[in-house]
Structure formats: structure tokens, C-alpha cells
T-cell receptor, first 116, second 116 residues
Framework: GAVVSQHPSRVICKSGTSVKIECRSLDFQATTMFWYRQFPKQSLMLMATSNEGSKATYEQGVEKDKFLINHASLTLSTLTVTSAHPEDSSFYIC????????????FGPGTRLTVL | AQSVAQPEDQVNVAEGNPLTVKCTYSVSGNPYLFWYVQYPNRGLQFLLKYITGDNLVKGSYGFEAEFNKSQTSFHLKKPSALVSDSALYFCAVRDVEGDNFNKFYFGSGTKLNVKP
């Protein structure tokens, strides 16, 4: 199956700093990428959907100025957590889709963010 | 709106016994249904999908799922469970209409425990 990578896998930062997480589709062109947040023992919460070359669409309740998403190419999307706070600590997962109706989403391995 | 429900938070089964993880769905239009598995601190791995055709779908690692339109269910099954199957399982439905095209909606997840 298609491979999606995420970098870094783990990051620890101080409160008030910004953190960038990269999501790459390694062997296919991802017209759409999704960013999810997962709390311990809970399901995935969709944060935003990004289509290559256009602005991301954020889900209700997700601050777009805090969670900056860029999808500049068909293989790369980035999520930047700005002015991170301890409550932003979470597991962030990206997924990518080539956009055809029947295609499943391919998930990255996730990034564990810890804000001190 | 599309949604899926996983009524069981946890399923316990002995190794070698058959397992079933339940999922029911609510969709407008044709359902596009998926099962994913998540191991600790990892992203989601695709197991199988139902788009159309045979109601019994076979997927990775010996898993299969049965699409039942009258009961609006898509239960995940395996004839003989392995200890290594212990993980978190998510059912998902893909939206294929309007502004939500391509969005996935995940169930709450079911933790499968396979005991030796």
C-alpha cells in the first residue's frame, strides 16, 4: 500500500514556542491531506482538510491561527502549532488520499507532541 | 450526515477463537465503509473496505467484514484470533457528497484483547 511518513515522531517543546510537523506521501500524489488529533484512548478528531494549492478547511472549534496548515505540493503538508501550550500536547496524525472516490486514506505513523 | 458507531469499548477473546468487532453505520446515499487497526503510539493501518459488490470483504491479516444493508452493520471478523491481533480497531465511513466529500468519520474505537 501507499506510504505516508511524518516527521518528527516525537517532539518536546517549551510553552510558547512553535512546532512544525511534516506529512509526506512517499509514493503517490496526495491531492488531499487530513490532520487529526487523538487524545489517549479516544478516537481521531479531524482538525482540518487540506487540498494541494488551496487553503485548508478547518473543522468547527479548531483555531486556524493556532494550527497553521500548508499543503504546498502534492507530496507534502505541514502542520504548525503556534505558541504551543500544555493543552496542545497530543498525538497528531496525518493522512493522505489521492482523491479518487473509493480510495482509502493512508495514515502516517503519528507525532507525539509534549508541551512543557 | 454520516456516522459510525462501535458499541463495544473492549472485546476479549481467547487465542484461537473467532472474533467479532461490531460496527453500525448511518449514511445518506451509498456507504463506503472501512476498517483500520492502530497499535500503540502508531498511526492507523488499513485493513479492508466495502465499496460495492460482495457483502463479504476480505482484508489484511486474515480479517474479513460482512456488509449487511438491512441491519446497517459492517462487523469485523476473524476465524481464529492471534495474540498479535490485540490492538485498537476503528470503523470508518467516507462521505462522498457535497462539501464533505472525502471526509472520513471514525467510530470511537474498540480495544481487542486476545489472551493466550
Amino acid at each position: 500500500g501507499a506510504v505516508v511518513s511524518q516527521h518528527p515522531s516525537r517532539v518536546i517543546c517549551k510553552s510558547g514556542t512553535s512546532v512544525k510537523i511534516e506529512c509526506r506521501s512517499l509514493d503517490f500524489q496526495a491531492t488531499t491531506m487530513f490532520w487529526y488529533r487523538q487524545f489517549p484512548k479516544q478516537s481521531l478528531m479531524l482538525m482540518a482538510t487540506s487540498n494541494e494549492g488551496s487553503k485548508a478547511t478547518y473543522e468547527q472549534g479548531v483555531e486556524k491561527d493556532k494550527f497553521l496548515i500548508n499543503h504546498a505540493s502534492l507530496t507534502l503538508s505541514t502542520l504548525t502549532v503556534t505558541s504551543a501550550h500544555p493543552e496542545d500536547s497530543s498525538f497528531y496524525i496525518c493522512s493522505a488520499s489521492s482523491g479518487f472516490t473509493y480510495n482509502e486514506q493512508f495514515f502516517g505513523p503519528g507525532t507525539r507532541l509534549t508541551v512543557l | 450526515a454520516q456516522s459510525v458507531a462501535q458499541p463495544e469499548d473492549q472485546v476479549n477473546v481467547a487465542e484461537g477463537n473467532p472474533l467479532t468487532v461490531k460496527c453500525t453505520y448511518s449514511v445518506s446515499g451509498n456507504p463506503y465503509l472501512f476498517w483500520y487497526v492502530q497499535y500503540p503510539n502508531r498511526g492507523l493501518q488499513f485493513l479492508l473496505k466495502y465499496i460495492t459488490g460482495d457483502n463479504l470483504v476480505k482484508g489484511s491479516y486474515g480479517f474479513e467484514a460482512e456488509f449487511n444493508k438491512s441491519q446497517t452493520s459492517f462487523h469485523l471478523k476473524k476465524p481464529s484470533a492471534l495474540v498479535s491481533d490485540s490492538a485498537l480497531y476503528f470503523c470508518a465511513v467516507r462521505d462522498v457528497e457535497g462539501d464533505n466529500f472525502n471526509k472520513f468519520y471514525f467510530g470511537s474505537g474498540t480495544k481487542l484483547n486476545v489472551k493466550p
